[in-house]
């Protein structure tokens, strides 16, 4: 089995706007895929629809600690990804005004070992924009 894929940084934001950019559409459309459907509610489907993909990707939204942590699982049709996990975790920063966010892509038991590196670096690329996003207000999203 493959390792959890994880990143971490620290943001100049507090959990709010973090948590806002993570679980909703606008803040999603900010840092990562601007057509998508999200809705911040447990049990909830969100779809990330990306230029050239056949079909979006689908994640079903399974829990939500306001604030602190949003965990998703993959529900399927994107080659090794059904039924992985990604968490975002929201902790406290090192100085009053930041927050840190752990990222982590987990239960990669199908997941196809040869795309570790490019999805691990992509991931990598949708942290530094949340940040920049959060910190600024100025969308950026990876995946216009």
């Not at 489907?45 to 942590?69: C, I, S, T, Y």
Request: include cysteine; charge should be neutral.
């Amino acid at each position: 089995m493959l390792s959890d894929m994880v990143h971490e940084v620290e943001i100049a934001a507090d959990p709010a706007t973090i948590y806002a950019a993570i679980t909703t559409q606008r803040g999603e459309a900010g840092f990562w895929v601007s057509d998508n459907m999200i809705q911040p509610k447990v049990g909830s489907e969100a779809q990330f629809r990306f230029k050239g993909a056949p079909v979006p990707l689908r994640m079903r939204v399974d829990a939500l600690d306001a604030n602190k942590r949003v965990k998703w699982t993959c529900l399927g049709e994107f080659p090794g990804w059904k039924d992985t996990t990604v968490t975002w975790t929201l902790l406290p920063g090192t100085e009053a005004g930041k927050t840190k966010v752990e990222f982590r892509m987990g239960n990669l038991a199908e997941y196809p070992e040869k795309e570790v590196g490019t999805v691990n670096y992509t991931w990598g690329q949708v942290v530094r924009r949340l940040k920049a996003y959060a910190e600024t207000g100025t969308p950026q999203p990876l995946f216009p």
